[in-house]
């Protein structure tokens, strides 16, 4: 059993290099990377978010939400995606680098879970998109979202060359179905006039709102590495987390258009309000797969770093670990938790920018010396969240920063007093 794993980890196409540095000769051309990051920038969650916020206020200001959250989670993406280039390693890799096991430990099972809940909430919408749009679909909603979220795994079942084969080939179509959706809109209502009349019937504040659209692909930044290892040059990071905070903004505002166009509370029920409904469907499924085959691969990554040297003599496949992860985000999504979106993008704002704080002072607090990991990260980081916890209930989730700051000024002190004292971190 030992030498079959022992085999499994020489052969780099089984683990996807989640242990080591991706080499110089397997790094990827920057329009691969562009592809999926694009791809998986293409989000039907991202254009709920953008219901949520265009049925809480007016055409421009939810616009300007929707662009300044993504230039916030474009500089989150950026630093996560630069220090994933330069050491050419996984995101739960590159973690346990810079903060030791336990730490690294407590990353991945947070990616697992997040990821987990991410593609189970797709395949439940897929499930319900299903029902309600066809009446001949006759399995029941829990049984159709296994099926949905076997299908993903099934498509990403070869890792890095799944993704970009899928992305190079869904990518064109997808841009092509998002212009005909944004035509569509405007030719069923007779131009954009509906805009200026549409009144917001929900109360949404700017900063929540922000932290709203922020929170849904926090999880995606902050594992950017995952995706950015492969890159060549700097220059490749830039332009694909430009490309990734384009098509975000764009998502979003498809779900402006929608819920302002015709009222609806729920994208199942507005992509049906138009006509071509079997295109638009056909639009929602490609947005889900080429988001979720990124989300299975991320996942996978941190299941295997999370079983190495453990008790199972060895490493699992990085196929082997995204069944596992299907079977999870399986269970997770007969549970219905998409009606929980919007706090569910805020709590992980909330999880990923005390990291972020942390990642900031080991850059400036860096040196050359080899550390082994203790329980100073994790500490700080636990200490951040439940402080961004309290300070949401008190004042409104809108006040992300105040964890972030707190996270990296509190490690930046320990981190200093502990070094004088010889202790490692």
């Known amino acids: 059993m030992n030498l079959l794993h022992n085999m499994e980890f020489v052969l780099n196409d089984h683990y996807e290099y989640a242990f080591s540095t991706v080499p110089e000769k397997r790094r990827k051309p920057a329009g691969e990377l562009m592809a999926i990051l694009a791809g998986v920038a293409f989000s039907t969650s991202g254009a709920s978010l953008g219901m949520r916020a265009g049925l809480s206020m007016p055409f421009g200001r939810a616009v300007f939400v929707c662009v300044?959250?993504?230039?916030?989670?474009?500089?989150?993406?950026?630093?996560?995606?630069?220090?994933?280039?330069?050491?050419?390693?996984?995101?739960?890799?590159?973690?346990?680098?810079?903060?030791?096991?336990?730490?690294?430990?407590?990353?991945?099972?947070?990616?697992?879970?997040?990821?987990?809940?991410?593609?189970?909430?797709?395949?439940?919408?897929?499930?319900?998109?299903?029902?309600?749009?066809?009446?001949?679909?006759?399995?029941?909603?829990?049984?159709?979202?296994?099926?949905?979220?076997?299908?993903?795994?099934?498509?990403?079942?070869?890792?890095?060359?799944?993704?970009?084969?899928?992305?190079?080939?869904?990518?064109?179509?997808?841009?092509?179905?998002?212009?005909?959706?944004?035509?569509?809109?405007?030719?069923?209502?007779?131009?954009?006039?509906?805009?200026?009349?549409?009144?917001?019937?929900?109360?949404?504040?700017?900063?929540?709102?922000?932290?709203?659209?922020?929170?849904?692909?926090?999880?995606?930044?902050?594992?950017?590495p995952d995706i950015c290892r492969f890159a060549k040059n700097r220059r490749s990071v830039l332009l694909g987390v430009g490309i990734y905070i384009l098509v975000l903004t764009v998502s979003d505002v498809c779900g402006i258009l929608i819920v302002q166009a015709t009222g609806a509370e729920e994208i199942s029920y507005g992509m049906f309000c138009f006509g071509a409904a079997g295109l638009n469907f056909i639009w929602m499924v490609l947005c889900i797969y080429s988001t979720q085959n990124v989300n299975l691969y991320v996942g996978g990554l941190a299941i295997q770093n999370l079983v190495r040297g453990t008790w199972m003599e060895g490493n699992i496949s990085h196929k082997t670990a995204m069944l596992f992860l299907g079977g999870l985000s399986s269970v997770l999504g007969v549970m219905n938790l998409f009606r929980y979106l919007a706090g569910m993008a805020q709590f992980i704002l909330l999880c990923t920018a005390p990291l972020a704080g942390i990642g900031g002072a080991e850059v400036v607090l860096r040196n050359r010396e080899k550390r082994c990991g203790g329980w100073t990260a994790p500490a700080v980081w636990v200490l951040g969240i439940v402080t961004g916890v309290l300070v949401g209930n008190m004042a409104g989730p809108g006040l992300w920063l105040v964890p972030m700051a707190q996270s990296a000024l509190l490690y930046g002190i320990l981190r200093g007093k502990n070094r004088k004292k010889g202790i490692a971190i």
Request: hydrophobic share 55%.
């Open 68 to 224: 300044a959250g993504n230039l916030l989670l474009g500089a989150l993406a950026c630093f996560w995606g630069m220090l994933g280039y330069r050491s050419g390693r996984s995101s739960v890799s590159l973690v346990r680098q810079m903060f030791g096991i336990q730490t690294a430990a407590v990353f991945a099972v947070f990616v697992t879970l997040a990821a987990s809940v991410w593609i189970g909430m797709s395949g439940n919408m897929l499930a319900r998109l299903l029902i309600a749009g066809f009446s001949q679909w006759r399995l029941p909603a829990a049984v159709t979202t296994q099926l949905a979220v076997c299908l993903c795994v099934v498509s990403t079942a070869d890792g890095w060359r799944s993704m970009r084969r899928m992305n190079l080939w869904v990518l064109p179509a997808l841009v092509i179905l998002t212009v005909y959706l944004i035509l569509q809109i405007v030719e069923e209502n007779g131009g954009v006039g509906f805009l200026s009349f549409f009144q917001p019937n929900r109360s949404l504040g700017v900063a929540a709102a922000i932290s709203m659209i922020m929170g849904n692909y926090a999880l995606s930044a902050t594992t950017m």
